[in-house]
């Protein structure tokens, strides 16, 4: 399996609170865009990915979308309850957005406005929902997509890990086509570059590393300032399709 990740600290910042996490053996991949003062962001950011995959790590042959939904769950109670009793991290949350390729099928599960993209063939399609407050006002037709990158209130999420204690989670399934490109990645790089210059680099037939790393530099070109993590995978390797 081929994949590329990157995690880099925003410009002007003194802390990632990103976190990735990429694994070819279990077939699973992971951002996470964590927030709350004194490095809580990526206290939290970190917890979830930790939780999550100890979950799924150990999962067996039940249905994927629910072993997603459970390690979720599992994660935003580590996140609430830590939250909950130290605090300088009070109100400390994340974003997650998980890739997991399980029988030859590809799951995604998401909370919050870090984004799953895959490219097929010449097209593009944003796989998950923005769990904030522009997102909800472009799927409402209220504001483009394009008005949505310089919207001020472009931060306020609707939903985040670690918040409440409870959360809402989506989840996808897909069959998974060779020659697909994944694309997990946190606002600090959807903010700052297009669905065209994405599907470019995922098409321009380069290792899934360079293509990463093309990208990171289009989003701080783009003027991004926040944190930046991004994970490409291709989802054929050696000629097989992942299974």
């Known amino acids: 399996m081929k994949f590329g990740k ?3 600290v925003g410009q002007g910042r003194t802390n990632n609170e990103d976190s990735v996490y990429a694994d070819a053996a279990l077939k699973l991949f992971i951002v996470a865009d964590g927030m709350g003062g004194a490095m809580a962001g990526e206290i939290a950011s970190a917890m979830a990915v930790q939780g ?4 799924l790590q150990n999962a067996g042959r039940e249905n994927a979308e629910d072993s997603l939904r459970e390690a979720v769950y599992y994660a935003n109670h580590l996140i609430y309850t830590q939250s909950d009793k130290q605090e300088n991290q009070k109100g400390m949350g994340t974003t997650i957005t998980i890739a997991w390729f399980k029988r030859k099928k590809l799951f995604i599960a ?3 406005d870090s984004r799953a993209y895959m490219v097929r063939g010449n097209a593009i ?4 929902k923005d769990h904030s407050v522009v997102g909800e ?4 037709g209220g504001i483009t997509s394009a008005q949505a990158k310089e919207h001020p ?3 306020i999420l609707t939903r985040a890990l670690g918040c409440e204690p409870r959360v809402e989670v989506d989840t996808y399934a897909f069959d998974v086509k060779k020659g697909d490109k994944l694309l997990l990645c946190t606002d600090g790089m959807s903010n700052a570059i297009t669905t065209g210059q994405i599907l470019t680099v995922l098409s321009s037939g380069q290792e899934p590393a360079q293509m990463v790393q093309q990208l990171a530099e289009l989003a701080v070109f783009g003027g991004s300032a926040d944190d930046i993590s991004a994970i490409v995978v291709d989802c054929s390797a050696g000629g097989e399709v992942l299974a």
């Open 6 to 8: 990157l995690s880099q």
């Open 52 to 55: 999550i995959v100890e979950i």
């Open 110 to 112: 998401n909370v919050g």
């Open 125 to 128: 399609s944003q796989i998950t």
């Open 137 to 140: 006002l472009v799927r409402e």
């Open 153 to 155: 209130n472009k931060h």
